[in-house]
C-alpha cells in the first residue's frame, strides 16, 4: 500500500504552471528519491504536501487520507515531517534544545501548566530531555548537545536539522536537497544516518541534485520535469531512461 | 536561591529608605507595578519575538474595569481584579488572533493603532471613564479591617505579585512552551514544519502577557485611587518596550532590572532638573528615553543583562572565577 497518493496535483503562480497535474505514489517504507532539472517543481511538490502552500487542484492522500488544505502543524501531527532546502536551525538555542523544541509529549504545549508548574511537569521535561538524546545519538552529535546550534560546522548542522525531524516522530519524511553543500566524508555519514532513519520504518523521500548520493542510497526513483512525472523506476533502469537523458541533456548520469 | 536574594533585596529596601521620604516607596512601589507589565511584555517580546506597542491598552482596561465596577457597582477589589483581568483576556484573545498573523514593522504598527485607539476610548467614553478626568476615589484592597492604603503596604502588595509573577516566567522560560517560543522568535516557519501551532502559541502568550498588564493595571488603579486616560498613553507602550529592551530579552531578571533602572533614574534626573529653572521636567524623561535607546541599541543590543553576562564572563576568564 502506498503511504503518500498524490494525482493530478497542479500549482500555479499567476500564470508560471509548477506542478502540472503530477501523479505520483510512493509505497509504504524504503527511500524514494526525486530528481529533476531545475524549475521540475519539486520542491513546489514539498511545500505543498507539506501543507506551506495551497495547491491550485489536485489530490494528495497520506495513508489513504486526503491532507490538503491541512495546516503546516496538522500535516506533522499525522505523520509527515519535512526539513528546508537551506537549514533552518533555531541558531540561538542549543543543539539539544534544538531538537527537545521538536519533541512533542502533549499535542501542543499548554501555557497553563507551564506557567504554575503543575504536576507532571518535570516527568514531561525528563521524558522530552531523553527523547531529544536519543535522536541526537542517532545522528552523532550527543557529544555536541550543549553547544549553540550556529556554532556546528555545516554538515553537522544538515545532521541536526534531520535529527530535530525524525524527533517529531513522523511516518514520511521528506528530505528537501540534504546532500547540498556537503563533502565526501558528511555524505558518507549522512548516507549511513538515512539508512538508519530507514531502518526504523519511517519512509523517506529525497529530492537530490547529487544523483550519485541518491543512486546510492534510493532503491525507487522518480524523476520529474516541468511539473510532471517522466520516469519512475529502480536507480539501474533511470539511469538508462531515454526521456530522462533527454531532460538532463548534456548532464552525466 | 536567586529567589531568596530577591525576596531580601525587596523586603530590606524599604527599612533603608525609611525615614526618608515615602516618595521613594510610592515611587519602588510605581516601579513594583512597571515590573509586572514588563515581566508579561518580556514573555511576548523577548520569548516569543513579537512586537507590541501598545501594551498601555491592556494596563488601562484592567485598571478602568476594575475602578469602574469597584466605583459605580461598589464591588470588592478582589472580585474586580479577575472579572478586569478575564476581560482584558477576552479582548486580547480577540485582538490577538487576527493581529499576530502580522510580523515585525506590520505587526508593530497594527498594535500601535491598537494601542492610540484604546487611549482615545478612555478619553472619549465619558459615561463610563469619566473622559479626561478620570476616575477618582478608587477604594484600596483590604483584608478585612486591613487596609492596603499606606505608602509600605501598597509596595507590600504590589512586589509580592512582582514575585509571582517572575516565578511564573521563569517556569515559562524553562519548559516546552518556552522553547516553543524561543523556535518562533528563532524561526517560525521552521517551528511550525515541526508541527508547532505558531499561531495557538502566540496568541496565548498574547493573552497571558495582556492579563498580567491588567492585574498590572488593577493593582495600580486601587493603589493611587485615580486614574485617567494620561497614565496609559502611547508614551507608556513605548517605555514598556525600552525597558525590555534595556533588560535584556531572553531573562526575568533583565525585564526586572529595565524595569527598576528606567522608572528611577528618569524620576532621579528629573528631581536635579527641578533645580534649574525653566526646563521641563516632561521633556526631560523624553529625551533620556530616546538617548538611553540609541546608546542601548549601539552599545547593548543585546541588554543590559546580557551585557553584564559577558562582562562577568571576560572578567572570569581574565581573573579567575569571582565565587571561590
Not at chain 1, 109 to 131: D, V
Not at chain 2, 122 to 137: E, H, K, N, R
Not at chain 2, 197 to 212: E, G, N, Q, R
Amino acid at each position: 500500500m502506498s503511504i503518500l497518493e498524490v494525482s493530478g496535483l497542479r500549482k500555479e503562480f499567476s500564470g508560471l504552471i509548477a506542478l502540472a497535474n503530477l501523479s505520483l505514489s510512493i509505497p509504504e517504507g524504503g527511500i524514494t528519491a526525486v530528481i529533476g532539472p531545475n524549475g521540475a517543481g519539486k520542491t513546489t511538490l514539498f511545500n505543498v504536501v507539506s501543507g506551506f502552500i495551497p495547491a491550485t487542484a489536485g489530490k494528495v492522500l497520506y495513508r489513504g487520507r486526503p491532507i490538503l488544505g491541512l495546516k503546516p502543524h496538522q500535516i506533522v501531527s499525522l505523520g509527515i515531517v519535512r526539513t528546508f532546502q537551506n537549514v533552518r536551525l533555531f541558531k540561538d538555542m542549543t543543539v539539544l534544545e534544538n531538537v527537545m523544541a521538536a519533541c512533542r509529549v502533549d499535542p501542543q504545549p499548554k501555557l497553563f501548566s507551564a506557567a504554575l508548574r503543575l504536576p507532571g511537569f518535570r516527568e514531561k521535561e525528563r521524558l522530552i530531555r531523553e527523547r531529544a538524546l536519543k535522536w541526537l545519538s542517532l545522528v552523532g552529535l550527543e557529544k555536541e548537545q550543549g553547544r549553540r546550534a550556529s556554532e556546528l560546522p555545516f554538515g553537522q548542522q544538515r545532521l541536526l536539522e534531520i535529527a530535530r525531524a525524525v524527533a517529531a516522530e513522523p511516518g514520511l519524511m521528506l528530505l528537501d536537497e540534504p546532500a547540498a553543500g556537503l563533502n565526501r566524508l558528511e555524505l558518507q555519514a549522512l548516507s549511513r544516518i538515512l539508512l538508519r532513519i530507514r531502518r526504523r520504518e519511517i519512509t523517506l523521500v529525497v529530492v537530490e541534485h547529487n544523483i550519485d548520493f541518491v543512486m546510492g542510497i534510493a532503491e525507487r526513483v522518480v524523476v520529474l520535469d516541468k511539473g510532471a512525472k517522466i520516469a519512475e523506476g529502480t536507480p539501474g533502469s533511470i539511469r538508462q531512461h531515454p526521456r530522462v537523458l533527454a531532460a538532463y541533456l548534456g548532464e552525466e548520469i | 536561591m536567586k529567589y531568596a536574594g530577591f525576596v531580601a533585596a525587596a523586603a530590606l529596601l524599604p527599612f533603608l529608605l525609611q525615614g526618608r521620604a515615602s516618595y521613594f516607596i510610592s515611587l519602588l512601589t510605581l516601579a513594583g507595578v512597571y515590573a509586572i507589565l514588563v515581566l508579561g511584555l518580556n514573555m511576548l517580546m523577548g520569548l516569543a519575538g513579537q512586537i507590541c506597542l501598545g501594551h498601555a491598552a491592556f494596563y488601562g482596561i484592567g485598571a478602568y474595569s476594575s475602578a469602574v465596577l469597584a466605583v459605580r457597582l461598589g464591588w470588592s477589589p478582589w472580585l474586580s481584579l479577575p472579572l478586569a483581568a478575564a476581560l482584558t483576556g477576552v479582548i486580547a484573545f480577540l485582538v490577538g488572533l487576527p493581529i499576530l498573523k502580522l510580523k515585525g514593522h506590520y505587526l508593530a504598527l497594527a498594535t500601535l493603532g491598537m494601542g492610540i485607539a484604546a487611549n482615545k476610548v478612555m478619553v472619549a467614553w465619558q459615561g463610563l471613564t469619566g473622559g479626561p478626568d478620570g476616575i477618582t476615589d478608587i477604594p484600596p484592597f483590604a483584608v478585612g479591617r486591613f487596609v492596603i492604603n499606606t505608602d509600605m503596604r501598597e509596595y507590600w502588595l504590589v512586589w509580592a505579585v512582582v514575585f509571582f509573577t517572575l516565578l511564573l516566567g521563569e517556569n515559562i522560560i524553562g519548559s516546552d512552551m518556552g522553547r516553543a517560543l524561543r523556535a518562533i522568535k528563532e524561526d517560525e516557519t521552521a517551528a511550525n514544519a515541526l508541527g508547532l501551532d505558531t499561531a495557538l502559541a502566540k496568541t496565548k502568550v498574547f493573552v497571558l502577557s495582556a492579563v498580567l498588564a491588567s492585574i498590572a493595571g488593577v493593582l495600580y488603579a486601587h493603589c493611587q485611587g485615580f486614574i485617567s486616560p494620561e497614565s496609559f498613553d502611547f508614551f507608556l507602550s513605548v517605555k514598556l518596550v525600552v525597558m525590555v529592551a534595556v533588560g535584556g530579552m531572553l531573562t526575568v531578571w533583565g525585564a526586572l532590572l529595565g524595569a527598576l533602572i528606567l522608572t528611577l533614574l528618569p524620576e532621579f534626573l528629573t528631581l536635579a532638573a527641578a533645580h534649574w529653572h525653566g526646563v521641563d521636567t516632561v521633556e526631560i524623561e523624553i529625551m533620556l528615553y530616546g538617548l538611553v535607546l540609541v546608546l542601548l541599541m549601539i552599545f547593548a543590543p543585546n541588554g543590559l543583562a546580557g551585557k553584564l553576562k559577558r562582562w562577568v564572563a571576560n572578567f572570569q576568564r581574565r581573573f579567575g572565577s569571582v565565587y571561590p
